[in-house]
């Protein structure tokens, strides 16, 4: 049986009729795939609307790239040994302000319009789970396409979005109360990257992360 089987190999590879007609097959394959996009393309087919979430096949193959790229593209950053507490209040000054409306906290849900993105941003509750620190970072400093993920690192400099790395790496660990507790104290006038008075003396309600 394997000898028939290697036989009909051979004599496909050194058959230049078969090899000839294999090649129109993948030809004609991609262009059939060619022509197919283009035809959902210019007729529109396509459904664009925010609406309307993506098939599943869509969905996986599309954060499944988005994965790999961000994993192959943020190899080479090395993040801070340690988040210090300032650094972790900083982060989330920035996140109750310009994060917190589309990804949520504990005990906040993302505001109304957020559920009408495509995709759904997620609560990063447990991103620090998910993602190494300089995932993060490369996820906030750059942005992800066709989302509503901006890159941030547009109007941040580098410092401030490890700021923002600090607060999620430290997000798991926070309750309901602890975060009430830091909105609470951010309210008050203290110099940038200075943690609130009242966290600098009882010391931080979570544990602060360290480089994994």
């Not at 040994?81 to 990804?103: I, K, L, Q």
């Not at 190494?132 to 979005?161: C, D, F, H």
């Amino acid at each position: 049986m394997l000898s028939r089987l290697w036989r009909l190999i051979e004599r496909f590879f050194t058959s230049p009729k078969l090899m000839l007609l294999w090649l129109s097959g993948v030809v004609a394959g991609l262009l059939s795939v060619g022509i197919g996009a283009l035809i959902v393309i210019e007729c529109g087919l396509f459904n664009a609307t925010a609406s309307t979430p993506h098939l599943p096949a869509v969905a996986l193959a599309a954060h499944t790239a988005f994965i790999r790229s961000v994993q192959v593209r943020a190899r080479s950053i090395e993040p801070p040994a340690r988040f210090t507490p300032a650094e972790v209040a900083a982060g989330f000054g920035d996140y109750d302000v310009s994060c917190v409306a589309c990804h949520g906290g504990p005990g906040i849900a993302r505001a109304d319009w957020a559920g009408g993105l495509t995709p759904t941003p997620p609560y990063l509750e447990d991103a620090a789970r998910r993602w190494r620190p300089r995932e993060l970072y490369w996820i906030v400093g750059e942005g992800v396409k066709m989302t509503a993920m901006p890159a941030w690192g547009e109007t941040r400099s580098n410092g401030q979005v490890w700021d923002l790395v600090a607060f999620l790496e430290a997000l798991p660990d926070l309750t309901t109360a602890d975060y009430a507790r830091m909105r609470a104290a951010s309210g008050a006038a203290r110099p940038p990257n200075a943690l609130p008075a009242d966290l600098a003396a009882d010391g931080p309600p979570y544990a602060l992360p360290s480089h994994r």
